[in-house]
């Protein structure tokens, strides 16, 4: 049974700094690319990073390009986002997602469909 269980969420202060990781359990970690969603109240969940399989390649939404690391460690099976300079409109649930790939080592994955896992979700709370 494939789980994948995010940790790392809270409350802090505009310009602050978290660490978000996700363990993943039940599946060959390193077959798969990995990504962090976020979901506000009321809006869409959206994308905000991903990882290729080989941890080689890295891929950013646009509004958190500069700000937000995502990086895996393989022997750990696990997969990290540090998220700085944080901002108000950073409020949301963030969730991990893996997505196996076959062939193309260095695929990223950007869009919702193409996940096949996904994690429970952890909140981050940004006040101004």
């Known amino acids: 049974q494939v789980q994948l269980v995010e940790s790392g969420g809270g409350l802090v202060q505009a310009g602050g700094s978290l660490r978000l990781s996700c363990a993943a359990s039940?599946?060959?970690?390193?077959?798969?690319?990995m990504g962090w969603f976020r979901q506000a109240p009321g809006k869409e969940r959206e994308f905000v990073a991903a990882i290729a399989r080989s941890g080689g390649s890295t891929s950013y939404a646009d509004s958190v390009k500069g700000r937000f690391t995502i990086s895996r460690d393989n022997a750990k099976n696990t997969v990290y986002l540090q998220l700085n300079s944080l901002k108000p409109e950073d409020t949301a649930v963030y969730y991990c997602?893996?997505?196996?790939?076959?062939?193309?080592?260095?695929?990223?994955?950007?869009?919702?469909?193409?996940?096949?896992?996904w994690g429970q979700g952890t909140q981050v709370t940004v006040s101004s």
């Open positions: 039940g599946l060959t970690f390193g077959s798969y690319a």
């Open positions: 997602a893996a997505k196996r790939v076959q062939y193309n080592v260095n695929y990223l994955p950007t869009r919702r469909h193409e996940y096949n896992y």
